[in-house]
């Protein structure tokens, strides 16, 4: 079922938490970005909504503004971890998509290392693969309207808590600030690849 809200709404329900993606580009590029594009949080009609094969373009062309905080992902790897997931929607701005969200289940058949970190150690949770919002976007607060909804969706569930990491190097400020607003904790650290990404493991409960 689509969540719908208009942006005033969002806004006020929403007035306590700023900083809403977990994953974020550099301030200069957030202000480049919004140079380019202004978005009036009063005149924008926000849904979110589980994603379709209609948004996948626009969903990879998101992941590669932040691919430095998430990884690589083309049509077929979204299709992919499409299949695997329990949860994926798309936040969108008057009909645009403007961020989305994909989590895995506990038990789910998903490769990853972080995924196999608390699979080895935690027996019910969500585990937030990946979140992005486009930078005009961000002061909607739609990150956070996913965090929100994915809370609300692992307590139907029955899940006993929300996973997901941020990178500690190279570090990723905004993500750390914006989890914390959540009550997250870090639960293990790993280092990832050929070493050149250090990420912290965080758990919620919903």
Known sequence: ???RFNGQQACRFLTDLTNQSTLLSSQADHKRASRQTFVD?????????????????????????????????????LRLLDAVSVYHKVATADGR???FLLAMRDGSDYINDNFAWFSSRYDSFLY???????????????????????FACARRMGARAVACEYNLVPPNEPSRRFHDKFAFRQVGTQWLGDGNKQVSLQLATP
Do not use: Q, W
């Open 1 to 3: 079922m689509a969540c």
């Open 41 to 77: 949080p009063k005149m924008t009609d926000i849904t979110v909504r589980n994603a379709t094969a209609a948004d996948f373009d626009a969903i990879v062309a998101l992941n590669a503004t932040e691919v430095d905080h998430t990884s690589p992902m083309d049509l077929a790897r």
């Open 97 to 99: 998509v403007a961020g």
């Open 128 to 150: 937030v693969d990946r979140i992005v919002v486009d930078g005009p976007y961000r002061d909607l607060k739609l990150g956070t309207l996913l965090y929100r909804d994915i």
